[in-house]
């Protein structure tokens, strides 16, 4: 038996996606689904993500400030239908507000060297979230929320299975279940259309990878500006370090979802995360962290755990 044969979970991405509030509304893909659940199987998994973001940018006609702390448990289902076509769904529940991570992670980037950006300026385990445009306050935000996000629903077809390489078409539709005063959802309808494909080429070693694109219907914030397309990828690879642990290196990115700024926190972003896995029996657990890339297009550290288990 190679180490991959092990493999239960559905996908061996890292399970994150860009935790900018301003985001969380936006039928932005999570990383999705390779391996389906055969006909009549389940599959179901948590992720927790916990990010800090610390942004003050300005410009002639612009000021944004985000100093804010998101933990988002998203909780997310397939089943299938046949061997190769499987229904999904995925629900999030975010807070978005002041929290604890902020001495943490002056210490993290002090001590791997990372940019500190504006972080030491800002008040310490506080929160606020407000945007100024053209000398309108489009909104101002000091009271931390939580509550659910928006209902994910979809279909998934196998569109590759094989003994190394598989791949997956999926179309989501996202629902109005969040609230944008929570930074929890967006008011609107959206809809996502995702192909990913993993490929091992070697006994330890594979790649995989991903391409979207989102349609956006007019969402309550900032919907001036909100684009109605967001064009998003991944790239990752992944080794079996040993027979239960897998460690991994991926890179996604997604286009702006603002037009009409010039702040970097409302345009393209691209992110590294780096982690791994173990698995035992018919359960996997994963961790990593996160890292902008593009400094200040997204959040500056983001910790990421997961746990899937197919039945």
Same mark, same amino acid.
Not at 13 to 38: E, F, H
Not at 79 to 92: E, H, I
Not at 164 to 170: D, E, K, M, P
């Given at each position: #038996?190679? %180490?991959?044969?092990?493999?239960?979970?559905?996908? %061996?991405?890292?399970?994150?996606?860009? &935790?900018?509030? @301003? *985001?969380?509304?936006?039928?932005?893909? #999570?990383? !999705?689904?390779?391996? @389906? %659940?055969?006909?009549?199987?389940?599959?179901l998994s948590a992720a927790f993500n916990w990010g800090s973001s610390a942004i003050v940018e300005q410009n002639a006609n612009e000021t944004l400030i985000v100093d804010a702390e998101t933990r988002e448990l998203r909780v997310r289902g397939a089943?299938? @239908?046949?061997?190769?076509?499987? $229904?999904?769904?995925? +629900? %999030?529940y975010r807070y978005t507000g002041a929290g604890v991570l902020d001495s943490f992670i002056d210490g993290w980037h002090d001590f791997f060297g990372l940019p500190e950006g504006k972080r030491k300026n800002l008040p310490r385990d506080q929160f606020r979230i407000g945007y100024e445009r053209n000398d309108v306050v489009e909104f101002d935000a000091d009271t931390s929320s939580q509550g659910l996000g928006d209902l994910s629903l979809g279909l998934a077809y196998a569109i590759a299975v094989g003994d190394?390489?598989?791949?997956? $078409?999926?179309v989501d539709l996202e629902l109005p279940t969040g609230e944008d005063e929570r930074f929890s959802g967006n008011g609107a309808v959206d809809l996502s259309v995702l192909l990913a494909a993993e490929h091992r080429f070697h006994e330890r070693?594979?790649?995989?990878?991903? $391409?979207? $694109?989102?349609? +956006?219907?007019? !969402?309550?914030?900032?919907?001036? &500006? &909100?684009?109605?397309?967001?064009?998003? !990828? *991944? +790239?990752?690879?992944?080794f079996d370090a040993w027979r239960a642990v897998r460690l991994n290196v991926q890179v996604d990115a997604h286009s702006g979802a603002y037009d009409d700024s010039e702040i970097d926190y409302l345009g393209d972003a691209v992110i590294l995360t780096v982690g791994g896995s173990i698995r035992f029996a018919t359960w996997q657990l994963e961790l990593g962290v996160s890292e902008d890339i593009l400094v200040d297009a997204s959040p500056d550290v983001v910790f990421i755990f997961g746990v899937s288990r197919r039945y």
């Open positions: #038996m190679t %180490p991959a044969a092990g493999v239960h979970a559905a996908t %061996p991405a890292l399970p994150t996606r860009d &935790q900018n509030p @301003l *985001l969380a509304g936006l039928s932005l893909p #999570m990383p !999705g689904a390779t391996r @389906l %659940p055969k006909a009549g199987d389940w599959e089943w299938g @239908l046949t061997d190769r076509l499987a $229904v999904q769904w995925q +629900l %999030p190394r390489t598989h791949a997956t $078409v999926a070693w594979t790649t995989y990878g991903q $391409v979207g $694109v989102s349609w +956006l219907d007019e !969402g309550d914030l900032l919907p001036d &500006q &909100q684009r109605s397309l967001i064009a998003s !990828g *991944l +790239l990752g690879i992944a």
